[in-house]
């Protein structure tokens, strides 16, 4: 059983353009929600992160709106350059310190 | 600033044989996780110290894997009598509390290959 769920599993997106990838949860115990980007053979990297007393967070080019009642977040990329270009993915867990769950990962690729 | 380091960064096996990894975390944080991510899938978690103590462990965890955190400073994975199921990223995270949550920062890896 999935309990995090990844949208989409890859996209394109043109230089300079948002995007948007959404994940979904099941577990209404999750109270930290962080978002990694990972390049090939490297180890993730942590973007930014939210609880769910908020409803968006930002951190420069990078956005997460959270919707608890829908129990989805998502994150938004401005300006998307070429080297935003990895895999990114989203992760849950239901008590801050204690496993990360996470979703089966977005390959973005932004093409100049 | 030194970040969490793992090693060995790959290791090629023959199946049947143990292998052990090792991970130091950032300096002065007190959990430690390990994870593990096949291809095309996100990291899966397997267990994690808090100092010594190791608090937690997955299914996935079988009895031929077993984790230590001597005196609550690196730790080692070991994995006996490898199969090639095993072959995967093995990767290692710590985290102290920042706030109101952990930040778990992960380290570059260890590519196990068992053939």
């Known amino acids: 059983q999935q309990q995090v769920k990844q949208s989409p599993q890859s996209l394109i997106v043109q230089k300079g353009g948002i995007s948007i990838i959404n994940c979904a949860y099941e577990?209404?115990?999750?109270?930290?929600f962080p978002w990694y980007q990972q390049f090939p053979g490297k180890g993730p990297a942590l973007l930014i992160a939210?609880?769910?007393?908020?409803s968006e967070k930002k951190e420069g080019r990078f956005t997460i709106s959270f919707n608890k009642s829908a129990k989805q977040f998502s994150l938004h990329i401005m300006d998307s350059q070429p080297g935003d270009s990895a895999t990114y993915f989203c992760?849950?867990?239901?008590?801050?310190?204690?496993?990360?769950?996470f979703g089966k990962g977005t390959t973005l690729s932004v093409s100049s | 600033d030194t970040g969490v380091s793992q090693d060995p960064r790959h290791k090629i096996t023959k199946r049947g044989q143990n292998v052990t990894f090792r991970c130091d975390p950032i300096s002065e944080h007190n959990r430690l996780y390990w994870y593990r991510q096949t291809l095309g899938q996100g990291p899966e978690f397997l267990t994690y110290?808090?100092?010594?103590?190791?608090?937690?462990k997955s299914r996935l965890l079988s009895d031929r894997f077993s984790a230590e955190r001597p005196k609550g400073s690196f730790s080692t994975l070991e994995i006996q009598r490898t199969e090639q199921g095993d072959s995967a990223m093995y990767l290692c995270?710590?985290?102290?509390?920042?706030?109101?949550?952990?930040?778990?920062?992960f380290g570059p890896g260890t590519r196990l290959t068992v053939t």
């Open positions: 110290f808090q100092n010594e103590a190791q608090l937690e």
């Open positions: 995270a710590s985290s102290l509390f920042s706030g109101s949550y952990y930040e778990q920062y």
């Open positions: 939210i609880r769910p007393d908020v």
């Open positions: 577990n209404t115990a999750f109270d930290y």
């Open positions: 992760a849950a867990a239901n008590q801050a310190g204690t496993a990360l769950i």
